[in-house]
Nanobody, 117 residues
Framework: QVQLVESGGGLVQAGGSLRLSCVLSGNLYSIYIMHWYRQAPGKQRDYVARVNFVGATDYADSVKGRFTISRDNAKSTVFLQMNSLEPEDTGVYFC???????????WGQGTHVTVSS
């Protein structure tokens, strides 16, 4: 059973930074492509970024140049460094693990990020 546990959310002023972490347990970390998604209040869940096992990354246009996704394979952990935060970045941030062989997806419980203006 794959489990994902996020941490690092909180309240920050606009222009500030936060670093989110997500730890995967229960299976071989290397078979998963890791993603971050976010969901603003009253809105759908949106893609933020992804990183594969060799470190190739991709970002949503809205966060390019401000957010950095990375992973520590030895610790089965993915990070999201968020800089120059804006009130529009407020939401619940979810970690997602996608099995690169069968496509199965797993989600964490989410961590709240609030950016005040």
């Amino acid at each position: 059973q794959v489990q994902l546990v996020e941490s690092g959310g909180g309240l920050v002023q606009a222009g500030g930074s936060l670093r989110l972490s997500c730890v995967l347990s229960g299976n071989l970390y290397s078979i998963y492509i890791m993603h971050w998604y976010r969901q603003a209040p009253g809105k759908q869940r949106d893609y933020v970024a992804r990183v594969n096992f060799v470190g190739a990354t991709d970002y949503a246009d809205s966060v390019k140049g401000r957010f950095t996704i990375s992973r520590d394979n030895a610790k089965s952990t993915v990070f999201l460094q968020m800089n120059s935060l804006e009130p529009e970045d407020t939401g619940v941030y979810f970690c997602n693990a996608q099995n690169r062989y069968n496509g199965n997806n797993y989600w964490g419980q989410g961590t709240h990020v609030t950016v005040s203006s």
